[in-house]
T-cell receptor, first 113, second 114 residues
Framework: AQSVTQLGSHVSVSEGALVLLRCNYSSSVPPYLFWYVQYPNQGLQLLLK??????LVKGINGFEAEFKKSETSFHLTKPSAHMSDAAEYFCAVTPSGTYKYIFGTGTRLKVLA | SAVISQKPSRDICQRGTSLTIQCQVD?????MFWYRQQPGQSLTLIAT?????????ESGFVIDKFPISRPNLTFSTLTVSNMSPEDSSIYLCSFTTGGAGELFFGEGSRLTVL
C-alpha cells in the first residue's frame, strides 16, 4: 500500500530564507510523486511532479524537489522564501500507471517579514 | 490546459437536507474525481465519476450518501445527502487527462452544515 508522510504540519521561515518541506513516501511499485500548493479559499495547484528520468525536478515559482529512492523522500525546496509563498503544501503519491492518489496531511508554510 | 469550475463555491445548509455540487470542465476529460477535505486535514478520495456508468466509490463512501452523476465528458455532480454537521468540509472536483497523470482541481465547494 502507498502512503505519504509530511513532517511538520506548520513551518515558519523568514522572508529570503531557505524553504524546506519534507515528504517521505512508501510504495511497493515505482511511484509518481507530486507537490501541490493550496492558497486560501482555492483549489490545489500543481507545483511540480516526478514520474521518470531526472531525479531533480523544477517547478513553478522557483520550487524544486529531488526524488531520492534510497531515502524514499521527495522534499520540496526553494532557495529564498517570498511572502506570496505562504500557503498549504501537499505531497502526493500514486503508483505509476494508476490514478489512485494518496495525499499527505499537508504543511502550512508561514513566511515572516 | 482545461479550465474547471465548481458551484456553489460555498453554502450553509441545515441538517437533514441535501446539496448538489456541480463541476464543469471546458473540454472533454478522461477521468473525473471527487475529493473531500475536512477542516485541517488532507484530501480523501470519495469516488471516481465514470461517464455513462455508476461511480466507483472508495472505502467508507456509499452511493446513498454521495450520489454522483457524470452524463458526459465535461460535467459531473456530487450530492451530499441527508447532511449532518460531520459533512462540513470542502468538496473538490478534479480531473486528469491521462499521461503522467497530474490532477487538476476546481476551487472547491465549502459546505457548512448547521
Amino acid at each position: 500500500a502507498q502512503s505519504v508522510t509530511q513532517l511538520g504540519s506548520h513551518v515558519s521561515v523568514s522572508e529570503g530564507a531557505l524553504v524546506l518541506l519534507r515528504c517521505n513516501y512508501s510504495s511497493s511499485v515505482p511511484p509518481y510523486l507530486f507537490w501541490y500548493v493550496q492558497y486560501p479559499n482555492q483549489g490545489l495547484q500543481l507545483l511540480l511532479k516526478y514520474t521518470t528520468g531526472a531525479t531533480l525536478v523544477k517547478g513553478i515559482n522557483g520550487f524544486e524537489a529531488e526524488f531520492k529512492k534510497s531515502e524514499t523522500s521527495f522534499h520540496l525546496t526553494k532557495p529564498s522564501a517570498h511572502m506570496s509563498d505562504a500557503a498549504e503544501y501537499f505531497c502526493a503519491v500514486t503508483p505509476s500507471g494508476t490514478y489512485k492518489y494518496i495525499f499527505g496531511t499537508g504543511t502550512r508554510l508561514k513566511v515572516l517579514a | 490546459s482545461a479550465v474547471i469550475s465548481q458551484k456553489p463555491s460555498r453554502d450553509i445548509c441545515q441538517r437533514g437536507t441535501s446539496l448538489t455540487i456541480q463541476c464543469q470542465v471546458d473540454s472533454q476529460v478522461t477521468m473525473m474525481f471527487w475529493y473531500r477535505q475536512q477542516p485541517g486535514q488532507s484530501l480523501t478520495l470519495i469516488a471516481t465519476a465514470n461517464q455513462g456508468s455508476e461511480a466507483t466509490y472508495e472505502s467508507g463512501f456509499v452511493i446513498d450518501k454521495f450520489p454522483i452523476s457524470r452524463p458526459n465528458l465535461t460535467f459531473s455532480t456530487l450530492t451530499v445527502s441527508n447532511m449532518s454537521p460531520e459533512d462540513s468540509s470542502i468538496y473538490l472536483c478534479s480531473f486528469t487527462t491521462g499521461g503522467a497523470g497530474e490532477l487538476f482541481f476546481g476551487e472547491g465547494s465549502r459546505l457548512t452544515v448547521l
